[in-house]
Each structure stands twice: as structure tokens, then as C-alpha cells.
């Protein structure tokens, strides 16, 4: 940002004005969707002021989006400056991070991050960054926790970030969920900051060990896709590279129709219309990844085991390549189409929620952990394992990074945030 000495003095309220009005027009639209001539026109500051401020749209949008995460971390911080208990003072911090996800008027930067992440993948970068970086007073006062409780007092932003996430409800509200109510949202903070700090390991020896006769859990086959005629399905492979390479809106119809060789009488025949098209593709795409998921928790094997490969799986599954493309995709149109970000989300997350749940009811029952709500506890999971929307932000794990990951996420969610 170049602001000069004149600026200084005479231009600071149209800066911060011009700031405020592309913070607003960002997370209502996305970042894709504003141009510099609209916001010049919607805020009254020339282009030519714009351009004396910043480089490009990309510097614009990295200094309004600084601007939400800085108040976040200034009101953030005072939520650690009492001598309340522990799970208390976490269970405020996690009400306010699940608010924020949720603000529908005020969007969180990680949805605009996500969405801006398969064109600017730096940019996505630096806003995942920035609110990373707001979860700071946390770190300090959970490292001061770790310290009373005779640890090093080392704790790194990555298990931080996972309390944001679990706090935030993962890709819930990425993907079009509905807010919880009052009650509820008490609840579920209470609930994150009781698992982050402990865990839920009820019996530590006996979950390290085999117990009870043999059973399987399993993710259930998906209903199989129902068969297309062979242009249909070339028309869905091209509208599918579009959709993808340049988002709902950028995709013409035109162009899809013309590589794909159907008219637009075919297109509306069997989808309706561009959304009915949109839709049909990616539930395709998601029913893909689902049938290649090979999903086992079983009690020939110890709990933490069977924890840490199903965090492999649903890692590489809902955060490969194919996830990763899927999910930025859907989710930047989740606002304008939630029926479909939320059918997507309960075809693929939700139901690798199911089984899970089905273990850790038995697992439960056996007196291995102390669950109160099972289906919450694997949902919890999925989130812990899959890092929140991290790899959406960044997609280049190793499957050593994979492996690190997992053992981290189980470690969390068996013992809390110190491990074990």
C-alpha cells in the first residue's frame, strides 16, 4: 500500500471509507465478483485514487480483508483477560469464533479465501493467514494453561487453528448450512471446549487394546448413479472442467454447449437450466469421490488406531485434488445457491459422519470414552481430521503430512490438546 505524506493528512477518512466500502462489496459478492470501475462507482473514490493506494485489486482486497481479522483479534483478546475457569473462558472463545463463521452480513474472510483459491492461490494464502494469525491471543493463553499443567508451554498454531475449526463447525457454513440457535450455539461451544481441553478418552489403557467380539463399521455404498446417454455424459464432463477452471458464473453455456457439441435445447431438456446443470455435475463429482472411499473401524483393532487410519481416509478423500476442486467450487456459490452446497455436503461429509458415530457408540457403551452425543463427537472428528478447510486453502499435503495430521487430530480428539 503507497500512501504519501498528503495523503496522510488530507485523505485518511476516503481511505478508510474506501476500505469499509470494499470490505462490504468483497464479502457480499466475492472477491471475483467486484471490479475496481463498480466499487469506484459504489464508493465515490476514483479509480485514480484507488490506484495511488494500492497496486491492484489484489492489495485492495488483502488490506480490507486485514482490516476485519485486526478487529477480530482486538475483541478476541479480551476474552482471556479474567480468571474464569478453563473450559469457561474456551467456551466464549468458541461462541465468538462460531459467530463470526456464521454472520451471514458479515462473512468470514475464509469463505472469501476459499473461493478466491484456485485463481489466486497466494492471495487465499495470505487471507487464511491473516486469520490464522487473529487466533494468537489463544495460543498465549493456552500455553499458559499448558504451562500450570507441567508442560513445555509449546503449543504451534496448527493445533490452535484446530480449535478454530471445530469452533467454527468446519465447512458447515462454507457450504451453505444453517445457523445454530442461541441454545444450541451455547452448547456446542461448550461441548468444543470441553473436547479440546481434554479429550474423550475414558479409559486410556483400554483403548490402546482389542475389546469384545469382532464388528465392523463401515461406510454404506451410495445409491449407483443413474445411467446417461453418452452425450449427456461428454455434456457433463465439459460443463465439469468449466465449472471448475472458471467458477459458476464465468462458465458460458454457449461455449459448453458448442465443445460438448449439443444445442441448447439438449442442455435444458435434461437439466433445466445452468443451475440444474451446475448441480447435477458436482452431486456427479461427489458421488465419485464417495465410491472410492474405503472406510473400516473395527474392533479387532485398538480405538487409536482405527481413529487414526479413518482421519487418513477422510482426509484424502474429502481433501485430495478432487475434493479440494469440488469444494471450492461449491462453496463459492453457497450463498447464492445453499441448496446445493448443503446437498453436497450431507451426500459426501455427512454421511462419512455415520459410521463413525456408529463406532464410537460402541465404543462408548464398552466404557472406552465418555460420549454424550456420539453423531456431534464424529462430526467433530471429521473436522479435526480434515483440518477444518485447510488443505482448500493450501492443497499440497504429503502423505507423510497426511500421516503427521492424523496422528495429531486423534491425538486431540482421544486426549485434548496436550496429547498424549
Known amino acids: 500500500m ?11 477518512k476516503r481511505l478508510n471509507h474506501l476500505l469499509l466500502a470494499a470490505r462490504h462489496a468483497f464479502m457480499k459478492q466475492g472477491y471475483q465478483h467486484v ?4 466499487l469506484a462507482r459504489s464508493s465515490g473514490v476514483s479509480k485514480e485514487t484507488i490506484y495511488r493506494h494500492f497496486d491492484d485489486k489484489q492489495a485492495l482486497f488483502r488490506a480490507a480483508m486485514q482490516g476485519v481479522t485486526d478487529e477480530f483479534a482486538h475483541d478476541f483478546a479480551d476474552i482471556f483477560r479474567d480468571d474464569d475457569t478453563p473450559e469457561t473462558i474456551l467456551a466464549r472463545c468458541a461462541r465468538a469464533i462460531y459467530d463470526r463463521a456464521a454472520d451471514t452480513d458479515h462473512p ?3 469463505w472469501l479465501a476459499v473461493g478466491t483459491a484456485a485463481s489466486f492461490p497466494e492471495l487465499a494464502r495470505a487471507v487464511g493467514f491473516d486469520a490464522v494469525q487473529s487466533l494468537i491471543p489463544l495460543q498465549a493463553f493456552l500455553e499458559r494453561l499448558a504451562r500450570e499443567r507441567g508442560g513445555t508451554g509449546a503449543v504451534p498454531l496448527d493445533i490452535v487453528a484446530q480449535f478454530g475449526a471445530l469452533s467454527a463447525g468446519g465447512m458447515r457454513h462454507l457450504m451453505g448450512g444453517a445457523a445454530l440457535d442461541e441454545a444450541d450455539r451455547e452448547l456446542a461451544a461448550r461441548r468444543v471446549a470441553e473436547l479440546f481441553l481434554h479429550g474423550c478418552a475414558a479409559d486410556v489403557q483400554g483403548i490402546a487394546e482389542t475389546r469384545g467380539p469382532l464388528r465392523e463399521f463401515t461406510l454404506e455404498p451410495a445409491a449407483p448413479a443413474r445411467p446417461v446417454e453418452n452425450h449427456v455424459a461428454h455434456l457433463m464432463s465439459v460443463a465439469r472442467a468449466h465449472f471448475y477452471e472458471q467458477g459458476y ?5 454457449d461455449e459448453i454447449g458448442a465443445i460438448a457439441r449439443v444445442g441448447r435445447g439438449t442442455l435444458y431438456r435434461h437439466f433445466g437450466s445452468k443451475k440444474g ?3 447435477a455435475v458436482m452431486m456427479e463429482a461427489a458421488g465419485e469421490i464417495m465410491a472410492k472411499i474405503h472406510l473400516i473401524l473395527s474392533t479387532a483393532q485398538p480405538v487409536a488406531d482405527n481413529l487414526h487410519c479413518a482421519a487418513v481416509t477422510v482426509s484424502a478423500a474429502m481433501q485430495g485434488d478432487a475434493g479440494v476442486r469440488l469444494y471450492r467450487t461449491v462453496s463459492a456459490e453457497a450463498k447464492a445457491m445453499p441448496e446445493v452446497a448443503h446437498a453436497i455436503h450431507d451426500m459426501t461429509r455427512e454421511r462419512l459422519v455415520q459410521p463413525i458415530a456408529d463406532y464410537l457408540r460402541y465404543c462408548s457403551a464398552e466404557g472406552l470414552l465418555t460420549l ?8 467433530q472428528f471429521v473436522i479435526l481430521a480434515t483440518g477444518g478447510n485447510r488443505y482448500l486453502l493450501d492443497p499440497s499435503p504429503t502423505e507423510a503430512d497426511r500421516v503427521d495430521h492424523a496422528h495429531l487430530a486423534t491425538a486431540t480428539f482421544l486426549h485434548g490438546y496436550l496429547g498424549k
Open 35 to 38: 471490479s475496481v470501475d463498480g
Open 249 to 253: 458464473r464465468g462458465a458460458g453455456l
Open 372 to 379: 454424550d452425543d456420539p453423531t456431534w463427537a464424529a462430526d
Open 277 to 279: 446443470l451446475f448441480k
Open 108 to 110: 468470514s474472510p475464509n
Open 2 to 12: 503507497k500512501i504519501d505524506d498528503e495523503d496522510q493528512s488530507k485523505g485518511s
